[in-house]
């Protein structure tokens, strides 16, 4: 059974930083590619950023600069920093990867950010 499971969401003011992280399980980590999606109120959810299995990145436009995504393979999880928050980058952040061609989503932390 897959799970992922997001923390380190919160309230934080414009300029500020934050770190999440998502925990996996009953997946091969080291062999996973790692996705971080958002989602604002009204808005479709996109993708913020992904890291392969080998550590390759690729990010939003929108975010580059100022987020980074980071894997610890010894302890399954996945990070985003974000620094330099602005208050568009307000929403849900949500988790994902794929086993078997099938995708998996955390149950997301929220992130707001006040001006």
């Known amino acids: 059974q897959v799970q992922l499971v997001e923390s380190g969401g919160g309230l934080v003011q414009a300029g500020g930083s934050l770190r999440l992280s998502c925990a996996a399980s009953g997946i091969i980590f080291r062999f996973s590619d790692m996705d971080w999606y958002r989602q604002a109120p009204g808005k479709q959810r996109e993708l913020v950023a992904g890291?392969?299995?080998?550590?390759?990145?690729n990010y939003a436009d929108s975010v580059k600069g100022r987020f980074t995504i980071s894997r610890t393979n010894a302890k399954n999880t996945v990070y985003l920093q974000m620094s330099s928050l602005k208050p568009e980058d307000t929403a849900i952040y949500y988790c994902?990867?794929?086993?078997?061609?099938?995708?998996?989503w955390g149950q997301g932390t929220q992130v707001t950010v006040s001006s």
């Open positions: 994902y990867t794929e086993r078997r061609r099938e995708g998996y």
């Open positions: 890291i392969s299995s080998s550590g390759r990145t």
